[in-house]
């Protein structure tokens, strides 16, 4: 049974703290060569990068970096080195994106460029993708470094496309489609399977962890294109419809276009894209969303993923990690409720 529609009796622990829990050992020493390799005797390097490092992220990615290598337990320790360059990888993703996007908010407080400026955030960005191969090249297992260098370009083409896309009323939900995958799930699907391969998995283990990391992001980041519009306050620690400000086509918008009337067309075209749309004028465009059904639709999508996420598991032996990673994916799609 999907523990997707197991919402009553919710345990005492989320399946994210428990997650951190069972992987609290390898996770501090994630945490202290994370810690460690944001150093540098240029001053601003460490500054910027450990105010985005220490502001509040989950880590999910290299938790389940730590968990996809306990899932097999024949590792020699190169998932910590992995999970810290996963973790790398995806903040330097963010100081990028808040430059690109023009943010001024990540996880809740300043974005960085905000406190810094551009080029700082670029540079340092540029730090941490540096270190980050550092510490794959490190471990000497050039297959497992070919899969992150892979996801790194993959990412950057996705970036590409997202910006190519920005305001475009063509959009495709195919085009979207390539753009989560490229930009959030991929890095995902990396963590995964490198913590697979350190971990000693056979090649059906490693498939089946990639499988499992490419759909739990996906199902990622269609929850988050859904919280844009109206999740619970803080729940992505930016300013609700920040995304419709930026011109970012993420599915609901694609789907409301597609279906709305001239006018409704013309109140979200004309919100898209204004760094100034006001509160008023986002709600009026939630409120078309609403009408179309389009953002419980796009939550329905991020369910298949889930589901298809924890089916990429059952071909793996039974066990507590197993089920904890199963259980994770609910933690995925839940917090949109």
């Not at 290598?69 to 996963?86: E, I, M, R, T, Y």
């Not at 810094?116 to 470094?145: H, P, R």
């Not at 939900?173 to 990396?190: C, G, M, Q, S």
Request: aromatic letters at 4%.
């Amino acid at each position: 049974m999907s523990v997707l529609t197991q919402t009553k009796d919710v345990p005492a622990l989320s399946p994210i703290e428990r997650l951190l829990e069972a992987t609290q050992d390898d996770m501090g020493k994630v945490n202290a060569l994370i810690l460690s390799r944001a150093d540098s005797h240029v001053e601003m390097v460490p500054e910027l990068a450990r105010y985005l490092i220490d502001s509040g992220g989950k880590r999910l990615r290299p938790m389940l970096t730590v968990a996809a290598a306990a899932l097999f337990g024949k590792g020699n320790g190169s998932a910590v080195n992995f999970a810290a360059a996963v973790e790398f990888m995806h903040n330097a993703t963010l100081l990028h994106d808040d430059v690109v996007d023009e943010s001024d908010m990540r996880r809740g407080k300043k974005a960085a460029r905000m406190v810094w400026g551009n080029k700082a955030s670029i540079l340092v960005g540029d730090f941490l993708l540096g270190q980050a191969f550092m510490m794959m090249v490190e471990t000497g297992e050039i297959a497992a470094l070919g899969v992150l260098s892979a996801a790194s370009a993959v990412m950057a083409e996705g970036e590409v496309f997202q910006l190519a896309k920005t305001g475009d009323l063509t959009t495709t939900p195919d085009d979207y489609a390539e753009v989560i995958r490229a930009k959030t799930a991929v890095l995902f699907e990396a963590a995964c399977e490198v913590g697979a391969m350190s971990g000693g998995a056979d090649e059906e283990g490693r498939r089946a962890l990639a499988r499992y990391g490419l759909a739990l992001g996906n199902a990622f980041q269609l929850v988050d294109d859904v919280l844009d519009y109206g999740g619970q306050a803080g729940t992505l620690g930016k300013n609700t419809g920040d995304d419709l400000r930026e011109g970012k086509m993420t599915l609901p918008v694609i789907l409301a276009l597609a279906e709305g009337s001239e006018d409704e067309r013309s109140t979200i075209s004309t919100a898209l894209g204004d760094a100034d749309a006001t509160a008023e004028q986002v709600s009026a465009v939630v409120a078309i969303m609403e009408r179309h059904q389009t953002l419980s639709r796009t939550l329905d999508q991020a369910h298949g993923h889930a589901r298809a996420a924890q089916a990429a598991l059952d071909v793996l032996p039974s066990s507590e990690m197993r089920q904890l990673l199963s259980d994770v994916v609910e933690f995925s799609v839940l917090r949109a409720y």
